[in-house]
């Protein structure tokens, strides 16, 4: 089955004139060292470079999944998005759909609402019309703060617990991760001044823990940080 979703992907990539576009209303956040913004027939316009994780309209998505190469996981569909600097086509693996959360991280805090919101690319990831591809992938949190007109990412300080929750990878942003791998639950949101600790329960295949993250907005941003990362239970 894997074979053919790729060739059916590669059959795909080669017909560019038919490439078109399902009207989206929503928004992601694109990050990238480099984003290439492409014209609708694909050609490059401008090529931004440092760039800074920017909040951006999603106005379209392709129809059809593409790969620039042989490896399934780096399929991605093209993705039409507007922002403040940025107008044109770019990479679905840059783009970061914002969801609304599936948990219950809605919370206000002397009158201030505080959101935490999870996101998903717009790249191969775990599974393709029913079909388990077990390709990986990063899903960052948003946090949506009015009171400090906030609403970004979360800068994760790396320690030896983010680094078990993460199997050795240093992504730079605190992620809640729901996959082939682990699926993580916020069971609570406890608040103490300007600090907010999460109690988060994970469940493996195999096993599940518990541990705790806190936030802090510092320097006009979030920053999370592993307090633990409890015991594996197996089952």
């Given at each position: 089955m894997r074979a053919n979703i790729d060739k059916e992907i590669q059959s795909r990539s080669e017909i560019i004139s038919e490439i078109t576009f399902t009207k989206t209303n929503g928004q992601a956040i694109l990050i990238g060292n480099s984003i290439r913004i492409l014209d609708n027939n694909l050609d490059l316009v401008e090529e931004i470079t440092n760039n800074q994780p920017q909040i951006v309209d999603i106005i379209g998505i392709s129809d059809s999944l593409f790969n620039q190469t042989k490896e399934i996981c780096n399929a991605f569909w093209y993705v039409k998005v507007k922002g403040n600097t940025i107008n044109g086509i770019v990479n679905g693996r840059q783009v970061?759909?914002?969801?609304?959360?599936?948990?219950?991280?809605?919370?206000t805090v002397d009158g201030n609402q505080i959101e935490i919101l999870t996101t998903d690319?717009?790249?191969?990831?775990?599974?393709?019309?029913?079909?388990?591809m077990?390709?990986?992938?990063?899903q960052p949190i948003l946090i949506k703060d009015k009171k400090n007109n906030y609403?970004?990412?979360?800068?994760?300080?790396?320690?030896e617990y983010s680094k078990k929750a993460s199997w050795d990878n240093e992504y730079p942003f605190f992620e809640i991760r729901s996959d082939d791998g682990c699926y993580d639950k916020i069971e609570s949101i406890i608040v103490d001044g300007t600090e907010i600790r999460l109690k988060i329960h994970r469940r493996w295949q195999e096993g599940k823990n518990d541990y705790e993250v806190l936030l802090n907005?510092?320097?006009?941003k979030y920053k999370a940080e592993y307090l633990n990362f409890g015991e594996i239970k197996y089952e």
């Amino acid at each position: 089955m894997r074979a053919n979703i790729d060739k059916e992907i590669q059959s795909r990539s080669e017909i560019i004139s038919e490439i078109t576009f399902t009207k989206t209303n929503g928004q992601a956040i694109l990050i990238g060292n480099s984003i290439r913004i492409l014209d609708n027939n694909l050609d490059l316009v401008e090529e931004i470079t440092n760039n800074q994780p920017q909040i951006v309209d999603i106005i379209g998505i392709s129809d059809s999944l593409f790969n620039q190469t042989k490896e399934i996981c780096n399929a991605f569909w093209y993705v039409k998005v507007k922002g403040n600097t940025i107008n044109g086509i770019v990479n679905g693996r840059q783009v970061f759909e914002i969801q609304n959360s599936k948990q219950d991280t809605s919370f206000t805090v002397d009158g201030n609402q505080i959101e935490i919101l999870t996101t998903d690319f717009l790249g191969m990831g775990v599974d393709y019309n029913g079909d388990i591809m077990g390709c990986p992938v990063d899903q960052p949190i948003l946090i949506k703060d009015k009171k400090n007109n906030y609403f970004g990412l979360v800068d994760l300080t790396q320690n030896e617990y983010s680094k078990k929750a993460s199997w050795d990878n240093e992504y730079p942003f605190f992620e809640i991760r729901s996959d082939d791998g682990c699926y993580d639950k916020i069971e609570s949101i406890i608040v103490d001044g300007t600090e907010i600790r999460l109690k988060i329960h994970r469940r493996w295949q195999e096993g599940k823990n518990d541990y705790e993250v806190l936030l802090n907005f510092v320097d006009n941003k979030y920053k999370a940080e592993y307090l633990n990362f409890g015991e594996i239970k197996y089952e």
